[in-house]
């Protein structure tokens, strides 16, 4: 079967770094996503991985690594507003999008 | 760019009526529609996948004559709950696919509340 695992919740102080762990097991790959959720809110869209390796994009960063089924969310100079579920999302081989049950990020001053 | 709009927002109805859910692609032609629904704290539930001009595919366990789809053109899909219950309270998030790329677009949500 399919399946994504994730911490299902994380604490962190404001200003330090927190890195969410995202591992998969799917019938094909075709890229892993990361959203970030507010409660009661839509998830907004944070990053794209398909190929090995860091992408940068500001105070966020994602990883992948596909032979090990294994990704990261790294969240640098925690904001409070960065409380939030994050959500980790593989997209099969059908182009279907299998989601985590997300990591409540609780942000502490 | 790529938004996409969701109406309405919140929605509160009786047992047994039905409830229209509008999404939309504002700046891009969406070729596939995805439903979603969430309950509290738990993680999105996919329901169905819709292309336009064709039916939607429902996922296991969701009734397609309860959950009307409809794709009627590339910037439009609409849902329909019918003959609502009390748990059939939940958010409902539409997304959107568009031609360029594997992303999809989240609508605001929709929160039904049934009396």
């Known amino acids: ?109 | 760019g790529a938004v996409v709009s969701q109406h309405p927002s919140r929605v509160i109805c009786k047992s047994g009526t039905s409830v229209k859910i509008e999404c939309r692609s504002l700046d891009f032609q969406a070729t596939t529609m995805f439903w979603y629904r969430q309950f509290p704290k738990k993680s999105l539930m996919l329901m169905a996948t819709s292309n336009e001009g064709s039916k939607a595919t429902y996922e296991q366990g969701v009734e397609k004559d309860k959950f009307l789809i409809n794709h009627a053109s590339l910037t439009l899909s609409t849902l329909t709950v019918t003959s609502a219950h009390p748990e059939d309270s939940s958010f409902y998030i539409c997304s959107a696919r568009g031609l360029a790329g594997n992303e999809q677009f989240f609508g605001p949500g929709t929160r039904l509340t049934v009396l």
């Open chain 1, 1 to 109: 079967g399919q399946n994504i695992d994730q911490p299902t919740e994380m604490t962190a102080t404001e200003g330090a770094i927190v890195q969410i762990n995202c591992t998969y097991q799917t019938s094909g790959f075709n890229g892993l996503f990361w959203y970030q959720q507010h409660a009661g809110e839509a998830p907004t869209f944070l990053s794209y991985n398909v190929l090995d390796g860091l992408e940068e994009k500001g105070r966020f960063s994602s990883f992948l690594s596909r032979s090990k089924g294994y990704s990261y969310l790294l969240l640098k100079e925690l904001q409070m507003k960065d409380s939030a579920s994050y959500l980790c999302a593989v997209m099969d081989s059908n182009y279907q999008l299998i989601w985590g049950a997300g990591t409540k990020l609780i942000i502490k001053p």
